[in-house]
């Protein structure tokens, strides 16, 4: 048995919706991870066992490490479709938003969820979320949105409607969000839960290395270039910086999701503590931050680069060029020395 987390009002109310309702929307943030197609593809195998009529709608691409799961080529790209997706959207009498908090992280699709009148239901793990929901089933202290989704779905009694897919879908969101159970990874009912998944049929050792060992030769060499000639250290404060501009993705042949898991690399240095990734992207600049214990990397993220996530994983975007934004981050950087240099302590105390 696991731990009640949702609250009992909360689960009754989407139970009555799903009862009730005939089409149903399920909506994720912009360029989807593991936990938003996961945690979508794994309602969306639900609610199509209780024979509903659902679509996944998703903002743009989603990584082809995650075309595999089953129902992905029946997900909706706003980019490619955006009449159909509005015209869904609008139509439905329930709208579940997975995996993000406020309406600004799914792009162009905010304006059509906003503009909807069909109630609408949040299933998400991040801080702060957006007041606006009939149902907010907002928990930050699960390391998932996946996680979540097996919680919601056990509570309406229906652990017996998980299918193998649905399982599939959940066991890779909470595998992706945790880095493979390296971090956010310490609750032991997360361990019940894949017992409970494995019951379900999932392979759990195919699905790790469908998602993680699969990438092309391009990007491995892509990431050999990287760590060699692209990673900066900075021993006195604990921190890591990686920086990628467009003409050096175009080098390597970048495809969507190929510098998923950069961010991390540096963490495995003994002595750093706060890790990020800047790279170029159309119009804008892209940031990912990383960090281990009390250092919030997401109010970094917020104060700067008005992003926001979790306290050890968290993103931002800056509106210039990528020598601004690093000039940006090494600026403001010295004014967080002594955060770090306590994080830095602490790792000292418990080595
Ligand atoms: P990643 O570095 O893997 O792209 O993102 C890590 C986490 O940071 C995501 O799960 C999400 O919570 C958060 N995040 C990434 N980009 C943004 C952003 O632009 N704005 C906000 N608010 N959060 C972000
Ligand atoms: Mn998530």
Redesign the pocket.
């Known amino acids: 048995m696991i731990t009640k987390v949702i609250a009992q009002d909360k689960i009754d109310k989407v139970e009555k919706y799903i009862d009730k309702g005939r089409r149903f929307v399920i909506l994720t943030?912009?360029?989807p991870?593991g936990?938003a197609i996961g945690s979508s593809l794994a309602l969306y195998h639900y609610l199509m066992a209780c024979d509903k009529v659902v679509t996944v709608i998703i903002p743009n691409e989603m990584p082809s490490f995650l075309t595999w799961l089953k129902g992905a080529k029946d997900i909706l790209n706003y980019e490619k479709y955006p009449d159909y997706a509005a015209q869904l959207i609008s139509e439905a009498e329930v709208i579940f938003c997975l995996?993000?908090?406020?309406p600004?992280?799914i792009g162009n699709v905010a304006s059509h969820l906003v503009a909807a009148s069909g109630r609408k239901v949040l299933i998400d793990h991040?801080l702060n979320p957006d007041p606006d929901f009939k149902v907010s089933i907002s928990y930050p202290g699960i390391s998932s949105t996946s996680e979540l989704v097996f919680r919601l779905i056990c509570r309406m009694g229906n652990f017996e409607m998980i299918s193998k897919s649905c399982a599939e879908a959940i066991y890779t969101g909470m595998m992706t969000?945790t880095g493979g159970f390296t971090y956010n990874s310490n609750n032991p009912e997360i361990y019940f839960i894949i017992s409970e998944l494995i019951k379900k049929g999932i392979d759990k050792d195919w699905i790790y290395a469908r998602v993680f060992n699969t990438y092309s030769e391009k990007r491995i060499r892509l990431m050999g270039y990287v760590l060699y000639k692209k990673l900066k250290v900075y021993s006195d404060y604990g921190a890591a910086l990686i920086v990628l501009s467009d003409e050096e993705l175009k080098r390597f042949d970048y495809k969507k999701g190929d510098t998923?898991g950069f961010?991390n690399l540096p963490m495995s240095i003994d002595g750093v503590v706060f890790s990020t990734?800047i790279r170029e992207m159309k119009g804008l600049v892209?940031?990912?931050?990383?960090s281990v214990g009390d250092f919030p990397c997401?109010s970094f993220?917020?104060a700067h680069?008005?992003?926001?996530?979790?306290k050890n994983?968290?993103?931002?975007?800056f509106y210039g060029t990528l020598e601004e934004a690093v000039a940006l981050f090494e600026k403001v950087l010295p004014d967080y020395v002594p955060a770090l240099q306590e994080e830095l302590k602490k790792r000292n105390r418990r080595a």
């Open positions: 943030h912009v360029s991870d936990d995996d993000f908090n406020v600004k992280r991040h969000d998923e961010v990734l892209k940031l990912s931050f990383r997401n993220a917020s680069f008005g992003g926001g996530g979790h994983a968290s993103g931002g975007e």
